[in-house]
């Protein structure tokens, strides 16, 4: 009897994987063969790969950088029912590399493998800007990933979000074009979507505001979420606005558990949050954080408004911002 329960164990290891099993939804994003998926009851999408488990990622935020992704990230790492993945930006559907393991981020704790109602999340904020390539996107990528994600995307006002990021890259380069260069970037951006009804064709024909590295078209946050919903279902993706949820944080915190249909814990703590990395490099390079004058704000702000105009009709929701 040992004998045969053993072979019938041996049997199940090994050949297990050869039972009918979605591999070309599998094979697309180049995952291991070995890796069978779970009968998973909450329908979390999660797969066995001998005996470590692993989990998609349950809802993703996806951007925009410098509106407080990092944030949220955090508030949710300390939920009780989310477990943290390994790194918080993967940047997986930003390349066109499929031979990365992505599941390998996403391994649940050995202490929790059997609790069914753990999620896990993914957040790289550059997902959101990089909706643009003339080929495959990174929303197209998302939309074939072999898990049905839910999408958080935060919006903050464009004008500050320059100046957040334009500091930023002071740190981290690549070092951004002085000030007085992105002023007559804004002139000719304004002045070639004057002439066309497709904006991001003057990303792509104009050196001086190329989309990769000009930092005033990563506000221009319409023309992203069109593309957005036009591979994932509008009802996906929750839009937040980053300086409600920092004034207030509890009602979109509320709704966004909704929409997750996570549970709401009140004892929990939003805050914003400079990563520790980002303040120490900040100190020993003796750089000041440069704070636009009003002059310089005005013109960025007669620059987005029109977008942000667009922006909230296609929302439905409040003008949010001062700009």
Not at 294 to 306: A, G, N, T, V
């Given at each position: 009897v040992l004998l045969g329960l053993t072979f019938c164990l041996i049997s199940i290891y090994f050949f297990f994987p050869l039972l009918p099993v979605d591999y070309a939804t599998l094979d697309a994003?180049?995952?291991?063969?070995?890796?069978?998926?779970?009968?998973?009851?909450?329908?979390?999408?999660?797969?066995?790969?001998?005996?470590?488990?692993?989990?998609?990622?349950?809802?993703?935020?996806?951007?925009?950088?410098?509106?407080?992704?990092?944030?949220?990230?955090?508030?949710?790492?300390?939920?009780?029912?989310?477990?943290?993945?390994?790194?918080?930006?993967?940047?997986?559907?930003?390349?066109?590399?499929?031979?990365?393991?992505?599941?390998?981020?996403?391994?649940?704790?050995?202490?929790?493998?059997?609790?069914?109602?753990?999620?896990?999340l993914e957040a790289t904020a550059n997902y959101f800007l990089n909706g643009h390539s003339r080929t495959i996107t990174v929303y197209e990528r998302l939309s074939q990933s072999p898990s049905n994600k839910k999408f958080v995307a935060m919006l903050r006002n464009p004008a500050d979000r320059f100046v957040s990021h334009y500091n930023y890259r002071r740190i981290y380069g690549p070092k951004p074009p002085i000030l007085e260069e992105i002023y007559q970037a804004i002139k000719e951006?304004?002045?070639?979507?004057?002439?066309?009804?497709?904006?991001?064709?003057?990303?792509?024909?104009?050196?001086?505001?190329?989309?990769?590295?000009?930092?005033?078209?990563?506000?221009?946050?319409?023309?992203?979420?069109?593309k957005m919903f036009s591979f994932i279902p509008r009802e996906n993706v929750q839009v937040i606005i980053s300086e409600q949820i920092f004034k207030n944080p509890e009602p979109i915190l509320v709704?966004?558990?909704?929409?997750?249909?996570?549970?709401?814990?009140?004892?929990?703590?939003?805050?914003?949050?400079?990563?520790?990395?980002?303040?120490?490099?900040?100190?020993?390079l003796n750089l000041e954080k440069i704070n636009l004058t009003?002059?310089?704000?005005?013109?960025?702000?007669?620059?987005?408004?029109?977008y942000n105009l667009e922006l909230v009709e296609f929302l439905g929701i409040d003008y949010p911002w001062d700009c």
């Open positions: 994003v180049g995952y291991d063969k070995r890796i069978i998926p779970l009968i998973d009851w909450n329908k979390k999408q999660c797969y066995y790969s001998r005996s470590e488990k692993y989990c998609h990622p349950y809802f993703i935020i996806v951007g925009a950088p410098k509106c407080g992704t990092t944030a949220l990230y955090d508030y949710f790492t300390h939920h009780p029912k989310i477990y943290p993945p390994k790194i918080k930006e993967t940047a997986y559907f930003l390349s066109h590399n499929y031979s990365f393991k992505y599941l390998s981020n996403f391994q649940v704790p050995e202490d929790k493998k059997n609790v069914l109602d753990l999620v896990t951006l304004h002045s070639c979507y004057n002439r066309t009804e497709d904006r991001s064709l003057c990303h792509y024909t104009n050196a001086n505001v190329n989309f990769d590295h000009n930092l005033v078209v990563k506000g221009i946050y319409l023309d992203k979420l069109k709704k966004l558990h909704d929409f997750l249909e996570l549970p709401y814990y009140p004892n929990l703590t939003f805050t914003q949050v400079l990563p520790y990395i980002e303040q120490q490099k900040q100190k020993k009003k002059e310089q704000r005005d013109m960025l702000c007669s620059f987005y408004r029109p």
